[in-house]
């Protein structure tokens, strides 16, 4: 396994701005690449302190030569805007932050994409896909959930109960949850825990945080419905994630029609930080259609 820390990447890679979307908010978009290039969507997953820059600015530094990269912070996350009124429970906030994308991307003149999505990012993905066929080429599921009844695990409830103790010892014991080998932070894991603070301390995080799991509807998909989310689809998932479990990605794989299923071994949760170099190697080729 190759380890990526996650502030190894050359930043010069990847440039930042606001894209306007409608109620004068905005989302923080990461960029990689030229407009025009086939173009890949990045969607993060949940957590405390999440951002599009901690979850996809290793892998987006190393495509740019072929690909025009989008990574938003979504809406309610790092420094992109947060609805007001706050939705309540996380099939509620998915329909919102979802319709942000597809305004950012309007704007953006971006269509069609092929969407990479990591956990809650992976549901997100299911869910573009629902509402807007047209738009999507292909998908790469990572460590998505979606599976109907899946019960979550001890290390998911430790993250969606975080704001119940937040503290620094807090995030690090969390972040360890995220990856087989700890060598993929190298030797700043509590730097990262740190900086990942700083966002949590805000308020409207907390708050968006606790919206999101509050009790409500799930996003989930029944077997029919994804039967007709007919596009070329990877599956990926560490074998030793213990957020999302493998079982979720083996559901996905079974109903996708046009799935194929890529397991990690010596990986957890955040494939495309633990083992960037590989995960960016098996994206590219899926892209190109060469996988």
Same mark, same amino acid.
Request: charged share 20%; hydrophobic share 45%; net charge negative.
């Given at each position: 396994m190759t380890a990526v820390a996650p502030a190894s990447v050359e930043r010069s890679e990847v440039r930042e701005s606001d894209v306007a979307i409608a109620g004068g908010?905005?989302?923080?978009?990461?960029?990689?690449?030229?407009?025009?290039?086939p173009a890949l969507l990045f969607l993060h997953g949940s957590g405390p302190g999440v951002t599009a820059r901690a979850n996809w600015e290793n892998v987006m530094a190393g495509l740019g030569d072929r690909f025009h990269c989008i990574a938003p912070d979504i809406l309610g996350f790092g420094e992109s805007s947060h609805p007001d009124p706050q939705p309540q429970g996380f099939k509620a906030n998915a329909e919102v932050r979802i319709d942000a994308l597809l305004q950012m991307l309007e704007t953006m003149g971006v269509s069609p994409v092929t969407?990479?999505?990591?956990?809650?990012?992976?549901?997100?993905?299911?869910?573009?896909?629902?509402?807007r066929p047209g738009l999507v080429e292909k998908m790469v599921l990572m460590g998505s959930g979606g599976m109907p009844g899946l019960a979550p695990?001890?290390?998911?409830?430790?993250?969606?109960?975080?704001?119940?103790?937040?503290?620094?010892?807090?995030?690090?014991?969390?972040?360890?949850?995220?990856?087989?080998?700890?060598?993929?932070?190298?030797d700043r894991i509590?730097? *990262? /825990?740190? +900086? %990942?603070?700083?966002?949590?301390?805000?308020?409207?995080?907390e708050a968006a945080h606790r919206a999101?799991?509050?009790?409500?509807?799930?996003?989930?998909?029944s077997p029919a419905e994804l039967a007709r989310l007919d596009v070329p689809t990877l599956v990926v998932h560490g074998r030793q994630d213990v957020i999302?479990?493998?079982?979720?990605?083996?559901?996905?794989?079974?109903?996708?029609?046009?799935?194929?299923?890529?397991?990690?071994n010596k990986c957890g949760h955040w494939t495309q930080v633990e083992q960037a170099e590989r995960f960016r190697t098996i994206l590219r080729d *899926? /892209?190109? +259609? %060469?996988?």
């Open positions: 908010r905005h989302l923080r978009v990461l960029e990689a690449g030229e407009p025009g290039m969407l990479v999505g990591n956990s809650m990012g992976g549901m997100y993905s299911l869910r573009l896909c629902q509402l695990t001890p290390q998911l409830v430790k993250l969606v109960t975080f704001f119940d103790d937040p503290s620094v010892e807090a995030m690090t014991a969390l972040l360890t949850e995220f990856v087989h080998d700890l060598a993929a932070f190298g509590e730097d *990262f /825990a740190a +900086g %990942r603070m700083e966002l949590v301390s805000r308020p409207e995080i999101m799991f509050a009790e409500g509807e799930m996003l989930s998909f999302v479990p493998l079982e979720c990605s083996y559901y996905l794989a079974e109903h996708l029609p046009q799935a194929d299923l890529y397991v990690m *899926f /892209a190109d +259609g %060469r996988l």
